[in-house]
């Protein structure tokens, strides 16, 4: 390799780690921003905008937590999305192996079908929505919530299941037959195993979608204020000073964080989970 060519890749490579660093900082300044104003005073705040805190204060978490009743929205949050979640993954597992692996008439129809409902803009539906909700008598509890989140999620979760389950072979749900297993042990010992990238996809994309839901969650939980859901509660953030800036982003630190623990966390199957079970198949 000539000095010439040797020196413009240094150059390029010293070039492209400016642009990502660069980058970095861009993506990562956002966070150091909302991480520095949650330990502010209001006063400092106001003061000291872009700046590290001079003192931290981490009584805004507290008084967050409890003033602000960020603890409250916290629980109901956890409860909500842990629940749409869990239903909707066992639901998706079981239609997506239905669909990509018992022969069922039409199924690529009816995997159509469903992703259409993906493509209907959510304020579309909401005042026939709450209209459904109100006349089941369903208004105000955590179910007005819980059930049209399993209901939007679950198109796009069948989808990515389905393809997944779709790149495995039939002949091992054939050995197992053969070994005397039944169809509900075929999917549970065999199958399920193999599949958890897509699992992980699925959990991470309801998660994120469902905990920081907002336009639903106000609309529904409007009767009853002890269901609001984080997002909602943010949104009507007050103490009796008004809004102090500190706690206030200690409560969005407090959103963002199980957002960053649960993506960390299933990173890794998630990225082969949208490759392997969205691109084959």
Known sequence: MSSNTFGRNKVIKIFAYLVLGFYAVLVAYPLLFMAFTSLKTNNEFFVNLFLPPKHFEFSN????????????????????????????????????????????????????????????????????????????????GYLSIILPYIAWQIPFSMYIIKQYFATIPQELIESGRMDGCTEFQTFLHIMLPLVKPAVATVIVFTFIGNWGELMWANITTASNVTIKTLPVGLLNFKTEMGVEWGQYTAGICLVTIPLMIIFGYFQKYFVSGLTNGAVKG
């Open 61 to 140: 978490y507290v008084n967050a937590w409890n003033v602000g009743k960020i603890g409250l929205y916290f629980k109901n949050s956890v409860f909500v999305t842990a629940a749409s979640v869990l239903i909707t993954t066992v639901v998706s597992l079981m239609g997506g192996y239905a669909l990509a692996k018992l022969h069922i008439p039409k199924a690529d129809l009816i995997m159509d079908g469903f992703m259409v409902f993906n493509f209907i803009p959510g304020i579309a539906i909401y005042i026939s929505l709450y209209t459904m909700i109100r006349d089941m008598h369903l208004s105000g």
